[in-house]
């Protein structure tokens, strides 16, 4: 049972009175076995899984908790359970009172917020200064996330020479977010705005208690959907020195004001550490304890081996210490997967990775471009994505990238005299060819001349006479294209299956053309087509696609597949071997071997980041998460100078605090 492998100190935090219970959870502590014991406590005591929610940083830890609980109370107890991030939670809980939600990707909502942007830029500019569009996006979702009340004083603060334009900037965002909700799209923050507006509206909470963990990186909106729930019980865990997420609108003041915000709270703290060995926790806790102690800890280490300390790796060179820790992996005789490289600045990552793989040394890399950012998944999503939700005008235009010579411009034409075709339905108007009308004639975006598919063979049966094929921007190639478009959505609305719309996918004539395009694209450097390389990339790209059918296997519904992708898609990986790691993807994770490379004064600490509003407080805290990764072997490196760059650089301060380097005593 959950409760019967608990510690003391775990066992006393699972079986709190109910109430406001905070846990200070330090790294390795075992917080997953208490918030399991806590559920199983709660169980027991005559608690029902759905009075029960559960609110992880990830879907992957919620899954792995809810396993957990499986192996005791068995698998219908545990799936009755509300579990997942905040955004996965709000997702079912408004699909569960009805409200209509299908999401769109950061990066597709930021192309949408450009085509608004794009015409105030025009209109209402007309002068430099002015913020771009990907940093006024950023501002917005940081706005949000920090959950203040006047974006014009909260920029003017944050950004003064910013305070004249605020207002347009305003008028941008207020358009932006009338035309998500005119083509029903729904981002990250929407969902967490949308819920807590239900709840405000009278939306009953059902829940008897909630779970919080990883507390400490919890942002204001979050904690005003939490505060919108008011729930009867509160079960938060975390620890204020893993506090990392400043930059995404984290506020480390939520976990340190818990007392002053909930009336009669208690605090529990879990101090015995059964990750790391005593000589790593020693060297974390010496940096760590430079910042503010808010909750007094100290961690005990369990392990009773004998290990050997941290090791520091000095080099005169950049590119030598990559190469000197690639060797080093080399010859280590740890799994590869249970290494890891640590990394403050992503440009870190590609000498090392390019080291690895010099050596024939397979790695992962999380944080780049991943699975779901590749092209061929993304257009096989669109596609399902289309049929899901027929205004999805970004998904129609992305696919028609595609086409030869019609562009953005074209397709949002071909998009718009669809929906008129259709008496305001998309899928109506594009899949069912009715006679040509004077609407197209009278637009000028249609020829008026005889129809250009009779010009062409091989049309699929019922496309042939068509009105958007009289398209003035329509050639052969691209009419070929839009035809075996047009036969895919055909069959693929027959479907609701999402494993067999990929099926179909895979097995047609658009897709294809598309794999070739992508494939030859990748495979032509400086002009020169290598043959051997296209085969290989198109390989590839059809391997997606067959890995994207398997993740859909299990679900009924494309449109659940859809959304379930959106909210998962950050969290899956692909490949094997040494783990490349930015510090914040580490978080979570274990590793019987880490590198932290780039110890250096100005990429770790990052001042860049620290001088745009970021703080040393921060970076220690960032120091303290990459080295508590670490189980048994810990080595901290650096080098003295970017020959390529001509920068010399002094050791981090952290290696100094760490008793790593002694500090020189000046005569």
């Known amino acids: 049972?959950?409760?019967?492998?608990?510690n003391e100190e775990q066992l006393a935090a699972a079986t709190a009175p109910i109430g406001y219970n905070l846990?200070?959870?330090?790294?390795?502590v075992g917080k997953t076995s208490a918030i399991v014991g806590r559920i199983a406590h709660l169980l027991k005591s005559g608690a029902s899984p759905e009075e029960i929610l559960l609110l992880t940083?990830?879907?992957?830890?919620a899954a792995e908790m809810l396993a957990r609980l499986a192996q005791a109370f068995g698998d219908k107890a545990a799936e009755r359970v509300m579990a997942g991030t905040f955004h996965s939670v709000s997702y079912k809980w408004l699909k569960a009172i009805g409200k209509n939600v299908l999401l769109k990707q950061p990066s597709e909502l930021k192309t949408l917020f450009k085509t608004v942007y794009d015409k105030y830029l025009m209109r209402e500019f007309g002068k430099q200064g002015v913020l771009g569009y990907a940093a006024l996006f950023d501002y917005k979702n940081l706005f949000e996330n920090r959950d203040e009340e006047d974006f014009c004083e909260w920029l003017s603060a944050r950004n003064p020479a910013h305070k004249e334009n605020a207002p347009l900037y305003e008028k941008i965002f207020d358009e932006f977010d009338e035309l998500k909700n005119e083509l029903g799209f729904v981002g990250f923050n929407d969902l967490l705005l949308q819920m807590r507006q239900a709840l405000k509206d009278g939306a009953k909470n059902p829940y008897r208690e909630t779970l919080v963990d990883e507390y400490q990186d919890t942002?204001?909106?979050?904690?005003?959907?939490?505060?919108a729930l008011n729930p009867p019980s509160l079960f938060c865990v975390g620890d204020y020195d893993q506090s990392i997420y400043a930059f995404n609108g984290a506020e480390i003041g939520i976990i340190s004001d818990f007392e002053k915000r909930y009336e009669n709270a208690k605090v529990w703290t879990l101090t015995k550490n059964y990750r790391s060995t005593a000589l790593i926790l020693s060297l974390a806790n010496r940096v760590i304890s430079n910042n503010e102690r808010i909750y007094p800890k100290a961690l005990t280490p369990i392990k009773a081996q004998?290990?050997?300390p941290p090791e520091l790796l000095a080099y005169g060179e950049l590119y030598e210490q990559y190469r000197a820790i690639a060797a080093k992996i080399a010859s280590s005789r740890c799994a590869k997967n249970e290494i890891a490289v640590i990394f403050r600045n992503n440009s870190s990552a590609d000498g090392i990775e390019a080291m690895l793989r010099e050596l024939g040394l397979p790695c992962r890399r999380k944080g780049g471009n991943g699975f779901f950012e590749s092209r061929e998944i993304k257009t096989a999503m669109d596609l399902i994505g289309l049929i899901v939700n027929p205004r999805d005008l970004l998904a129609f235009v992305n696919i028609m990238e595609y086409a030869h010579g019609i562009g953005s411009h074209g397709a949002k034409e071909l998009y718009d005299e669809s929906v008129k075709l259709g008496g305001g339905d998309f899928l109506k108007g594009f899949l069912t060819?009715?006679?040509?009308?004077?609407?197209?004639?009278?637009?000028?975006?249609f020829s008026g001349e005889e129809i250009k598919s009779k010009r062409f063979e091989n049309m699929p049966v019922g496309f042939e006479n068509h009105p958007l094929l009289s398209h003035s921007q329509l050639n052969e190639q691209s009419t070929k294209f839009l035809s075996d478009f047009w036969f895919l959505l055909g069959v693929l609305k027959k479907s609701q299956k999402p494993k067999e719309q990929l099926s179909l996918i895979i097995a047609?004539?658009?897709?294809?053309?598309i794999a070739n395009k992508l494939a030859k694209t990748r495979s032509t450097k400086n002009g020169a087509f290598d043959q051997r390389v296209f085969d290989e990339a198109r390989e590839r790209i059809f391997e997606k696609i067959r890995t994207l059918k398997e993740l859909s296997d299990r679900y009924q519904t494309s449109e659940r597949f859809i959304n379930a992708m959106a909210l998962g898609s950050s969290e899956m990986s692909e490949g094997s071997g040494v783990n490349l790691l930015s510090v914040h993807a580490s978080k979570g994770l274990e590793f019987s071997e880490v590198f932290v490379i780039?110890?250096?004064?100005?990429?770790?600490p990052n001042r860049k980041l620290m001088n745009q509003g970021g703080a040393i407080e921060e970076e220690r805290r960032l120091f303290y998460v990459a080295v508590t990764r670490a189980k048994e072997s810990l080595f901290l490196s650096f080098a003295s100078r970017d020959a390529y760059k001509k920068i010399d650089y002094a050791p981090s301060l952290f290696l100094y605090e760490a008793g790593m380097l002694q500090p020189k005593i000046s005569n």
């Open 598 to 604: 780039d110890l250096m004064d100005g990429r770790f």
């Open 57 to 61: 940083f990830t879907n992957k830890a």
């Open 23 to 28: 846990i200070i959870a330090g790294a390795g």
């Open 1 to 6: 049972m959950p409760l019967s492998r608990l």
């Open 306 to 308: 004998s290990f050997a």
């Open 433 to 445: 060819p009715i006679a040509q009308n004077a609407s197209f004639v009278e637009s000028g975006l």
């Open 508 to 513: 047609s004539p658009l897709f294809e053309a």
């Open 219 to 227: 942002n204001p909106l979050q904690n005003s959907v939490l505060k």
